[in-house]
């Protein structure tokens, strides 16, 4: 089924920028409203291993069925509950109906906005999904979280102004979410009532119209399911929101405060409507609802003996609504200008914002910072005082080789991060709050001043402590290799982060990989001793090019020729810098192309990276 641009209210053409003021102020404009429906919606998940040539039905395909002829609507104001036993296929509904599932499953029917077919990339910039688990940045506080989101998704949000505002409005939001008591408490310290507010706030923070919400009562204690529904109705209510749930035996009190119902089995709906509808439904079939038990909980107890009446359901509850709502379930005409599509920041200011966000994060991880610092700077002491005043040449090439190999091999700590980020990247980007590109941009960017640190505190102690040429700009050329080494090895972390599906193949992979690099270099098998047909790991190894560049930088010039590195037994030198060189096929010049190739293996990985985490994205916004 294709999708159509999806139209939004007249209201909306001529709203403008969105308001960074209250929730619900409008701006001084008319809100736009969104009522979403299904009309007979089936979405089969395919088997695997099939082409698109394999059969859609039946069971000899492997395929399976998740939503059977589905038909359910929700009206602006409303809060729809999409209830069921588990596997009945609530979760798959709701992404669904957020625009966030492969519409090329659906194979029957369609998904409506104002009476028009979804275009679920437009859609899901006007909307809010928070999903059941949390993908939350557990260092940074609550307001900050609410704030970058903030400054991600309302327009200007870049600016002085926009960050002010920004931060206005999310003071706001804070009253209303509860949450204004642990504003300056970092995320993975408050509770997870509390936690699953800010993912909610998160999703709220650029007042959407229409707000979806995966479980998000699960694992929270009865008052603090009860308060977050009740907030989600009064939001409803209020300021005209769209919002749809899923939830797993809700008590008596949240069902007293849900509009409409969704009752679902097998994938196929057997209630839609208000729960009084489906009490009169039980006493017509002759069942009789035990005392202390809601009528939701006995239905679901009973389903079995539930038929599918998806139109009766639909018709009585859109007049029951309508009727309770003075006739506001009427529908909510759709013009024919398209929703405006465009980011909230540009490109330069997006990449301002993720990377301060960025900076906080690695800031407040000790692992990432404090614990990288303290490595570098023991790691140069303790190497240092092994080598110390090294000079035979032996000894010298030794240590270099083993500082690459500390160097490549010490970076795969920032895997776990990365693979925490990118599971918020792909949600953040789904929702149109920034570009993958400003992503990539940021966070390459906040690694240069941070390994740069890094590497000067591993320079200084062990270039001086080993006694390599006493010459300030070898000794800057020196640093200059070991940070762009941990440059490389940091993009190649990122570059399989985007990769790998977690992080046991990701550590695998890069592990595996570094030692091939190392084998290949020229330091255990002479490059000319390498098959012809590995020659091509010779020239794509890490190791290579800052190996050479080491050995080019001490031995190379008028010093090298002058230094003589082995002695005959009648004294005379045979081995000085310049011969060394030559035999190794190693050349002066290499003190800088070497440096080109390492700046071409960053720039290079975090291009695929890029590549990598744009296939994610683009799949989950597809």
Not at 107 to 127: I, K, L, Q, T, Y
Not at 488 to 506: D, E, H, K, Q
Not at 535 to 557: D, Q, R
Request: net charge positive.
């Amino acid at each position: 089924m294709s999708l159509l641009p999806v139209a939004s209210p007249r209201e909306t053409a001529a709203a403008g920028p969105m308001s960074l003021g209250k929730v619900g102020d409008g701006g001084g404009r008319r809100r736009p409203r969104y009522r979403l429906e299904t009309r007979a919606l089936s979405y089969v998940l395919p088997a695997r291993g099939r082409g698109a040539g394999a059969a859609w039905w039946g069971g000899a395909g492997g395929e399976r069925l998740l939503l059977r002829g589905v038909t359910c609507e929700v009206a602006p104001g409303e809060v729809l509950a999409i209830v069921g036993p588990s596997g009945a296929g609530k979760t798959t509904l709701l992404s669904v109906l957020a625009g966030s599932a492969d519409t090329g499953r659906v194979v029957a029917g369609a998904v409506m906005v104002n009476g028009c077919a979804m275009d679920a990339a437009r859609f899901r910039r006007v909307s809010g999904y928070v999903a059941q688990d949390d993908a939350l940045f557990p260092m940074l506080t609550v307001e900050e979280s609410l704030v970058y989101s903030a400054r991600l998704r309302l327009r200007g949000g870049g600016g002085a102004p926009g960050a002010a505002g920004a931060r206005a409005r999310v003071w706001e939001l804070m009253a209303e979410l509860g949450l204004r008591h642990v504003s300056g408490s970092r995320v993975a310290s408050v509770s997870g009532g509390e936690r699953r507010r800010v993912s909610i706030g998160v999703d709220l923070v650029h007042d959407p119209a229409v707000l979806l919400l995966d479980e998000p009562t699960s694992g929270l204690d009865s008052v603090s399911a009860l308060h977050i529904v009740k907030m989600l109705r009064d939001m409803a209510a209020a300021y005209d929101k769209t919002v749809v749930l899923t939830i797993h035996q809700p008590g008596f009190r949240i069902l007293e405060l849900l509009n409409r119902v969704v009752l679902l089995a097998d994938g196929a709906v057997l209630h839609h409507g208000p729960l009084s509808f489906l009490r009169r439904r039980l006493a017509t079939s002759g069942h009789v609802i035990p005392p202390h038990v809601n009528v939701l909980e006995y239905a679901m107890e009973v389903i079995d003996t539930l038929k599918p009446d998806v139109v009766i359901s639909a018709i009585a509850a859109t007049k029951e609504v309508a009727a309770a709502n003075h006739g506001y379930a009427s529908p909510v005409h759709a013009s024919a200008s398209p929703l405006r599509a465009a980011y909230a920041n540009s490109p330069a200011a997006e990449v301002c914002i993720l990377s301060a966000r960025f900076v906080k994060t690695v800031l407040r991880t000790p692992q990432l910072f404090a614990a990288r610092m303290v490595q570098s700077a023991v790691a140069g002491a303790f190497l240092g005082s092994i080598f110390v005043g090294a000079t035979d040449l032996q000894t010298r090439l030794g240590f270099f080789a083993f500082t690459l190999t500390f160097l490549l091999s010490s970076t795969t700590e920032g895997l776990p991060v990365f693979l925490q980020e990118r599971r918020i990247l792909e949600r953040e980007t789904s929702r149109g709050a920034y570009r993958v590109s400003s992503y990539v941009v940021s966070n390459a960017a906040v690694f240069l001043p941070f390994l740069l640190a890094s590497a000067l505190l591993y320079a200084v102690p062990v270039y001086w402590l080993v006694g390599l040429a006493r010459e300030p700009g070898r000794f800057a050329y020196f640093s200059l290799v070991v940070w762009l080494v941990m440059l490389t090895a940091n993009s190649f972390v990122a570059c399989f982060s985007a990769l790998a599906p977690n992080y046991i193949v990701g550590n695998s992979i890069i592990a595996g990989l570094i030692g091939c690099f190392f084998l290949f270099s020229g330091y255990f098998v002479a490059s000319k001793n390498i098959p012809r047909y590995w020659m091509f790991m010779h020239y794509i190894s890490l190791f290579k090019y800052p190996f050479e560049a080491f050995v080019v930088n001490e031995y190379g010039g008028a010093r090298g020729g002058r230094e003589c590195l082995a002695k005959a037994a009648s004294g005379s030198c045979v081995l000085d810098g310049t011969t060394l060189l030559r035999q190794q096929g190693m050349r002066e010049s290499m003190r800088w192309s070497n440096l080109g190739v390492m700046l071409c293996f960053v720039f290079g990985y975090r291009v695929l990276c890029f590549v990598f985490l744009s296939f994610r994205c683009h799949r989950m916004r597809r």
